[in-house]
């Protein structure tokens, strides 16, 4: 049985080099340090924003400082936590960043109070006299739209002395999964023992083309799961009441406005994507499930069997070398700014590849304002790791664009954006993969791997955006929110999307047991409407070319000063229509009907 490496020995070159953001723990600490004592800086303002739009610039100058030494302090921090969770230093490290961002928001708090507390038309009159305001004037407007629901300054100090502790839901559910969650080893066919992680299942066996593999690497996934259910129902019940709390506090009709609120989107756009996209893809992917079950001729289709490849004997490793290769080659029509990017963080060790124990599952990209991107991948050598790869430097080229064009309080847009540069890379390698390949299967193999994109998005997301839905209306009505609960709607959320297609057991029940997202907010839907802007937008720079990809760089370098809507009108989508989501499912009707075409017969 292959024992996974700790992270001492994994070689260098397969780790991220982190010494951009501070060269040492020592220098690290010296930052800490340094950040927490300056946050005395921002006393000379308090009770003094009504003095005049000089006081009101400076103090705001202050603050941003202040939040752009904070990102390089933390994501350090996170950043080791994440490639070692069981490291004792890293956690603290990592509890100790926790703290110091609830009393640098304690030191913050009396500034947007104040603010709101200006009488009318003084801020204005501050815009119009004071021309360094105008860099703000978006968090300005931002901020005047929550005055109805603001509590009294003090109020709002202690919710946010009390930072720290709100944000343990999220905390606790990372370190146990990280450091905590084991999994038992399984054997093969030929009774080889295998060892079975977080990373190794989801990046390895989940989509494994030997069925004795795959199921017993499920059990042994699920019963690891179990040993959590009751703890991880209780962290999330937890996020879930909090948010319930917060929402009644301050005055929504329900959570989903509260959360909602900095997403800065029509909230017609937020239930078309739940209610389309579910009722419309649902037909598409059973059939695409039924079609699994009869070319892979299983009796039956396990919900660890859907991501199984359709033709096992075609799937081609590919390195980490050869798919750098690929990228660039794909990507290029992005122009050589953002392929120096694309270079520069493939090859000076700005991705984070290796498996060990401890290094957090999935896949991320962490942005320090200043600094430059970091990914975190675990590679296994296969397509679907190209595809994850391109989608994680598709968020790390938006956001060195935007970090050249916009200072840092306008550097980032609303969430429901974020994802549409990630996914639209997705769409561009697929396209480009597609149209250098005339082989039969390898055009099979790329649509497969195109439709894991919209799996993962359009399905495995959504539907944990639906579970959000339906649990936090049953914790409105009062409803304990257990883990036979959540077991139970998760089951049959999966169970009336996928009808009699697939078999959803124990484990598939437990599957929101797999995801951080529900500790950020209503995050799972915005890949949906990214993934919807990126096929559109795809589609655009396949038929126009150079127009359509300016359009996508001017967005990408706006950062956060355009809504969302904004950024997609800016790029030429219109999602003031359900008409893009209509087209984004249809489109994957049709990547499905050429499949079904391929292996007919």
Known sequence: ??????????????????????????????????????????????????????????????????????????????????????????????ARVAALGARLHASTAFVESEILDLPDGVLAQYLATEAGLASYQVYLQDLLETKPHRLSPEAERVLAELGEVLGAPGMVYNRSKASDM???????????????????????????????????????????????????????????????????????????????????????????ILQIIRTELAPHMQRYARL?????????????????????????????????????????????????????????????????????????????????????????????????????????????????????????????????????NEMLLARHILAQNTDPRMRRSVIMQVLGTYHHNFVTHLLEAELQHQVYAMAEAGQSITASVLNQCKGDILASFWGDSVEIDDGARMTWMRQPHYYMGLYPYTYSVGLVASTAMSQQVQTEGEPAVQRWLEVLKAGGTLRPVELMQAAGIDLRTPAPIHAAVAYVGTLIDELEQAFAG
Not at 190 to 203: I, K
């Open 292 to 424: 699994r079950r009869r070319v892979l001729g299983l009796d039956k289709l396990l919900y660890c069997d859907i991501k199984t490849p359709l033709d096992p004997e075609f799937n081609p490793r590919v390195s980490y070398e050869e798919a750098c290769a690929l990228i660039l080659d794909a990507l290029a029509v992005m122009g050589p700014e953002y392929g120096q990017f694309l270079r520069t963080a493939l090859f000076e060790r700005w991705v984070d590849r290796s498996d060990n124990v401890g290094k957090s599952s999935g896949a991320f990209c962490a942005s320090p304002f200043g600094i430059h991107p970091y990914i975190l991948v675990t590679w296994a050598d296969t397509m679907r790791n190209v595809f994850t790869l391109a989608h994680e430097l598709g968020h790390g080229g938006h956001f060195s664009l935007a970090m050249r064009h916009q200072r840092i309080t306008n550097a980032r847009p609303a969430m429901p954006f974020v994802e549409a540069p990630s996914i639209m």
């Open 182 to 272: 084991r999994f038992a080893p399984f054997t093969n066919a030929a009774g080889e023992e295998l060892a079975n992680s977080f990373n190794a299942f989801e990046s390895t066996y989940e989509g494994h083309e030997d069925a004795t593999v795959r199921r017993n690497a499920w059990v042994s996934f699920s019963a690891g799961l179990k040993a959590y259910n009751n703890t991880y129902a209780a962290t999330f019940a937890t996020e879930v009441k909090k948010n319930v709390a917060l929402a009644r506090m301050r005055s929504y009709p329900s959570t989903e406005p509260y959360l909602l609120q900095p997403h800065k989107i029509p909230i017609d756009l937020y239930r078309n």
């Open 1 to 94: 049985m292959k024992n996974r490496l700790a992270r001492a020995d994994v070689p260098v070159e397969l780790t991220w080099n982190l010494n951009d953001l501070f060269a040492s723990h020592t220098d690290w600490e010296a930052g800490f340090n340094a950040l927490d004592a300056a946050r005395s800086e921002l006393d000379r303002f308090r009770g003094r924003l009504g003095d005049g739009p000089q006081y009101l610039l400076d103090c705001l100058n202050t603050v941003e400082a202040l939040q752009q030494r904070a990102v390089r302090v933390s994501t350090y921090a996170y950043l080791r936590n994440a490639e070692d969770g069981t490291n004792p230093q890293h956690q603290a490290t990592a």
